[in-house]
């Protein structure tokens, strides 16, 4: 394995955990792309980086690439998460590794660009997440995945991560998925093997993020692009209830949704009418179950979904 190997890959932080925390690992990793340049850091650069004074790191080798293992299950098999199959077209196959949580977590999304209020929110959600025992899920694709896969690992929240591409697929999420701990957390896709992430895999992962998910906070309603649409119309149509804090953006009735979607190049209009009303409700009332701000906290909210 060469020593330009990046940091946050999987295997060069489980080599990493032999000798600093899981913290100065991230510090680190903001600094320093690659194996080479952390082994050549002097022991000044490193006390400066991690405001404590440090020895030089005697790194050993660049590690070996860890062999991706995982389990499959089809829409057949009892392994298979009942959830799926209420999806419509539901996923033939799941691949995943790690531990799947035992019962529903919460899903937090947002469009591709989070401003700083949806990153705090994001923050919040997992803290509260966590001080319940719900698991997080999150869909690699959205603009807070980051920041939640992070904020997981400072509060003890168990995470599930849902890729748009097969498992084995080397790809911008070896970053986030590096730091998960296997006897906790979980990475999972719908996409088989050796594919690459699509469109429709980006779409599908949401879904299926929504699905595994006892509620679904949309953290920011995004329409500056593909990515963000596609995100809002994954939640707006499952059948979750749909937690939104209040200003997350004009997303009060279906009737302004569906006219700010359909003008796209996507045909969301006919799936949104061809979708159940939400919870019973007429299609033209609100679309957002739980407006957080609004009398109701989303620390209530959750505590209720964790029963």
Excluded at 188 to 204: D, F, I, K, M, Q
Excluded at 213 to 225: H, K, P, T
Excluded at 242 to 263: C, K, N, Q, S, Y
């Amino acid at each position: 394995m060469s020593r330009s190997v990046p940091i946050t890959a999987a295997a060069s932080v489980s080599a990493l955990r032999c000798v600093l925390d899981d913290p100065d690992i991230r510090v680190l990793a903001r600094r320093y792309s690659t194996w080479n340049q952390l082994a050549d850091a002097s022991a000044l650069d490193l006390s400066a980086l991690l405001q404590r004074p440090v020895q030089a790191l005697n790194l050993p080798p660049a590690p070996p690439p860890a062999a991706v293992r995982w389990q499959d299950a089809s829409w057949t098999d009892p392994l298979f998460p009942a959830a799926l199959n209420g999806l419509d077209p539901a996923p033939a196959l799941l691949s995943w590794t790690g531990a799947l949580p035992a019962r529903p977590g919460i899903a937090v999304l947002s469009g591709p660009y989070p401003s700083p209020q949806t990153l705090q929110t994001t923050c919040s959600a997992v803290a509260s997440a966590a001080a319940l025992g719900l698991a997080v899920i999150v869909d690699a694709g959205s603009g807070n995945a980051s920041a939640a896969v992070s904020a997981a690992g400072e509060s003890g929240a168990s995470v599930v991560v849902v890729l748009p591409h097969g498992l084995d697929v080397p790809s911008a999420s070896s970053a986030l998925t590096a730091w998960l701990d296997p006897a906790r957390d979980a990475v999972v896709s719908a996409v088989p093997a050796g594919r690459p992430a699509t469109e429709a895999g980006r779409v599908l992962a949401t879904r299926v993020a929504c699905a595994l998910a006892g509620s679904v906070l949309v953290c920011q309603m995004g329409l500056e692009s593909g990515t963000g649409r596609d995100i809002l119309l994954a939640a707006l149509t499952s059948s979750r209830p749909l937690i939104a804090p209040e200003g997350t953006g004009p997303v009060d009735t279906a009737a302004w949704a569906m006219g700010a979607l359909t003008g796209t190049h996507r045909p969301y209009g006919p799936l949104l009418h061809a979708a159940p009303p939400r919870h019973g409700r007429d299609p033209d009332t609100s679309m957002v179950d739980v407006l957080i701000g609004a009398g109701r906290t989303l620390e209530s909210e959750l505590a209720l979904l964790a029963g």
